[in-house]
């Protein structure tokens, strides 16, 4: 049963830093990424990385230079470390799952976590 487990999530003041975990367990997975949807507004694909290639990556726009994403093989962990983080990063974070091998910038993802609330003060 593959299940993915998001953990890090919490409430941090304008420009601070938050580091979210996603354990995957069951089986492993080429691509994965983190999602936010904050209220009133659909989920929107944040950050992607893939297994191959040197581990690409893909960034929204919003967050690029502020945003890391990173994956341990090893512990089939997903991580994504928020910095300079706004208010407007207010948001419930999912990480999410390919079941095939997808290109980095897929938003067609099969697995999700239960979702862990950022919330950013001003």
């Known amino acids: 049963q593959v299940q993915l487990v998001e953990s890090g999530g919490g409430l941090v003041q304008a420009g601070g830093s938050l580091r979210l975990s996603c354990a995957a367990s069951?089986?492993?997975?080429?691509?994965m990424g983190w999602f936010r949807q904050a209220p009133g507004k659909e989920r929107a694909l944040v950050a992607a990385?893939?297994?191959?290639?040197?581990?690409?990556?893909y960034y929204a726009d919003s967050v690029k230079g502020r945003f890391t994403i990173s994956r341990d093989n090893a512990k089939n962990t997903v991580y994504l470390q928020m910095n300079s983080l706004k208010p407007e990063d207010t948001a419930v974070y999912y990480c999410a799952a390919v079941r095939t091998i997808a290109p980095v910038t897929t938003t067609r993802y099969d697995y999700w976590g239960q979702g862990t609330q950022v919330t950013v003060s001003s």
């Open positions: 069951g089986r492993t997975f080429h691509t």
């Open positions: 990385i893939t297994n191959w290639s040197g581990g690409s990556t």
